[in-house]
């Protein structure tokens, strides 16, 4: 399983950003993929989650309404619509996945307790 997070930069608050995460090693049909951030001094937080279907999404409360998770299987790519950046949104941004493992799993619980494999981050900084 790899994956790699890109997209990042530095964009005054109230701009966009798009994240790509280009995966690979395994099929999006069967894997929850999530984004998870993490500021300096900060834990690891989940922020968006695309269940194996495609069909559920989930999000972290402070970014609904801004935020947009989707994904392109035959690009094999996940990506993260960032809108309205706030400063507070600053961080190390990583895309992640789980397999699907029962019909009871939810992309809540994935954010809540993580995820099985990590990418290399991309940084996104947010300036007022």
């Known amino acids: 399983v790899q994956l790699q997070a890109s997209g990042g930069g530095l964009v005054q608050a109230g701009g966009s950003l798009r994240l790509s995460c280009a995966t690979s090693?395994?099929?999006?049909?069967?894997?929850?993929i999530g984004w998870f951030r993490q500021a300096p001094g900060r834990e690891r937080e989940g922020v968006s989650c695309?269940?194996?279907?495609?069909?559920?999404?989930d999000y972290k409360e402070s970014v609904k309404g801004r935020f947009t998770i989707s994904r392109d299987i035959a690009k094999k790519t996940v990506f993260l619509q960032m809108d309205n950046l706030k400063p507070e949104d600053a961080a190390v941004y990583y895309c992640a996945a789980a397999p699907w493992r029962t019909v009871t799993d939810t992309c809540s619980s994935y954010l809540y307790y993580g995820m099985d494999f990590y990418g290399k981050g991309t940084q996104v900084t947010v300036s007022s």
């Open positions: 695309i269940s194996s279907s495609g069909t559920s999404t």
């Open positions: 090693g395994f099929t999006l049909d069967y894997y929850a």
